[in-house]
């Protein structure tokens, strides 16, 4: 008797799902994210024939630019993706769209009402919208409300809210945002956008756990000793200096992007594979996380800020040489913590936490460490023999390594570890496409599966409280290590893990 049983994994991301007629309305469109990322992604989404025709996208911003004007800036920031799919370019082109508009403004907000309509009847968009809240995060409450006030909210199965990160500076005002934001609308309208959920690498995690019957069982404390996660940029502040003078690694990349990765490779099996059973489970995982040291936390954290660096021919400026920050500057651009997770399933085993700006590599990666063979029968090429290691590359060479153990060639009995290599492009031939493709896609298919819930969130901010209130109240206590440009950070870092008997991993 053979028993059909419905993969689970089918149920939540379908493959072919089709986006409803609507129109994407961005505002902060003149800004970076709109031309690096959000046009990008949409004209992917085009090329691939996965958005209807009927749909439009409209950008606003207070500058005064027509739609021509705004649709050549696109054009000009596509630079070279333009060129080569110029066709494809002139038919996308024609749903491009743009309204000058002050959210701040209700006099702008009823000729964006109307505007919004006459796409409608334009594009046949039938009063769907998905509103992209690329603006200054000081303006996400008060542009939801405006929003609200508008009337432009009140269908809840016609309006989505899209809200890029940073949500809050901590646990308080990420409380009072989400307060806001869900008394203008509901909280499955609302898309709080992490972009590391939309890299193919991090959902294969939860495929890699849950569709595989091998990993699970040794997926907890009793097979494994630590977890590191890293986030390791070779890139300086760039232009951002104003942004991230506020703002630092803890609140740029580790309460979001690094604790996402976090929360998907700890959290239990869901029930079933929808939105809500995962984002249940993952903040369920964050609310037992907590810093290894929360009465003294700067035990467990080390800040670092990258100082020059580079070579004779291409030197490399210091942090507080960056056009725009200030020359004393104690903002981190670096950041190592211990945690961990009050479970039954990772009791005691910590999870090492980094990232930082003009680092040694780019690189993302989630290692698991495997606890070593109770007794060592063999020699070793290196001493002793290496501890298991499964190592999920998020970035770049996407894919994941199995480190163990082999008998070295020869005629003695030495042991030497290799790694066993699976890698996206050599499997599947084609580079996956961008975060934002997946996620803007999501939002405007309803699925928030990929998206971070309200509790989330404010588990994520609550978390690192401890050290965001040291950093405030009493800075000298977790101090700036200076690191040289182009190292694996301060040394500081590497003595967190010394005291644990480890080694960060340098691939
Ligand atoms: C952003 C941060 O969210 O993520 C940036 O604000 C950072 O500072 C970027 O550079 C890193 O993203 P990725 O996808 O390049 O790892």
């Known amino acids: 008797m053979s028993v059909t049983t419905t993969n689970p994994l089918r149920v939540g991301l379908r493959q072919e799902r089709v986006i409803a007629p609507q129109c994407l309305v961005i505002f902060g469109a003149s800004g970076d994210l709109t031309h690096r990322k959000l046009v990008p992604a949409l004209f992917e989404l085009f090329k691939q024939r996965r958005l209807p025709s009927e749909f439009a996208v409209l950008g606003c ?44 403004k209700p006099e702008d907000l009823e000729k964006l009402a109307t505007r919004l309509e006459e796409i409608d009847r334009l594009r046949a968009t039938r009063s769907n919208r998905t509103f992209y809240l690329s603006v200054s995060p000081t303006f996400y409450g008060s542009g939801c409300r405006a929003l609200a006030n508008a009337g432009l909210l009140s269908d809840p199965k016609r309006s989505r809210v899209v809200i890029e990160k940073p949500f809050g500076r901590d ?116 609310q037992a996380a907590r810093l290894a ?81 109770p007794v060592h029968l063999f020699d070793a090429a290196g001493g002793s023999p290496t501890a298991n290691q499964l190592i999920l590359r998020i970035q770049p060479d996407e894919g994941a390594d199995f480190r163990f153990e082999v008998k070295s060639p020869g005629s003695g009995m030495r042991s030497r570890p290799v790694d066993m290599e699976f890698s996206y492009d050599e499997s599947f031939g084609e580079p996956s496409d961008e975060g934002y493709v997946r996620l803007l896609a999501d939002a405007m298919l309803g699925d928030p599966t990929l998206f971070t819930r309200n509790d989330e969130v404010e588990a994520a901010w609550r978390l690192y409280t401890p050290l965001l209130e040291l950093i405030e109240d009493s800075p000298w206590q977790l101090p700036i290590h200076p690191y040289e440009s182009r190292t694996w950070g301060p040394a500081a870092a590497d003595a967190l893990l010394a005291r644990d008997g480890l080694l960060w991993r340098r691939p």
């Not at 890699?208 to 699970?216: S, V």
């Not at 907890?220 to 300086?236: D, F, K, L, P, W």
């Open 171 to 286: 646990y308080g005002s990420a409380q009072s945002l989400n307060r806001i934001v869900q008394s203008c609308t509901q909280e499955n309208q609302i898309f709080r956008i992490d972009h590391y959920l939309g890299k193919e690498t991090v959902q294969n995690i939860l495929v890699l756990r849950f569709a595989n019957t091998i990993f699970e069982p040794i997926w907890n404390r009793n097979y494994i000793s630590s977890v590191q996660i890293t986030a390791a940029e070779t890139v300086g502040v760039e232009e951002r200096a104003g942004y991230y003078e506020s703002s630092g690694a803890l609140r740029d990349m580790v309460q979001n992007h690094l604790t996402q990765m976090l929360a998907i490779t700890a959290m239990e099996p869901p029930g079933r594979f929808d939105p809500e059973a995962i984002r249940n489970e993952k903040a369920k995982v964050l």
């Open 61 to 104: 911003a207070r500058r005064p630019w027509s739609d021509e004007e705004f649709r050549q800036k696109m054009a000009d920031a596509l630079g070279e993706k333009v060129e080569a799919n110029r066709l494809a370019w002139d038919q996308f082109s024609a749903s491009l769209f743009y309204e000058p508009v002050d959210l701040q």
């Open 293 to 373: 040291d929360e009465e003294e936390p700067w035990n467990c954290c080390i800040r670092g800020q990258y100082s020059p660096g580079g070579t004779k021919d291409a030197p490399l400026l210091g942090y507080r040489q960056e056009p725009g920050v200030d020359p004393n500057s104690t903002t981190e651009t670096y950041v190592a913590t211990k945690l961990f997770i009050d479970n039954w399933r990772w009791q005691g085993v910590p999870f090492y936490v980094r990232t930082g700006k003009r680092l040694a590599k780019r690189l993302s990666e989630v290692v698991l460490t495997f606890r070593e063979a």
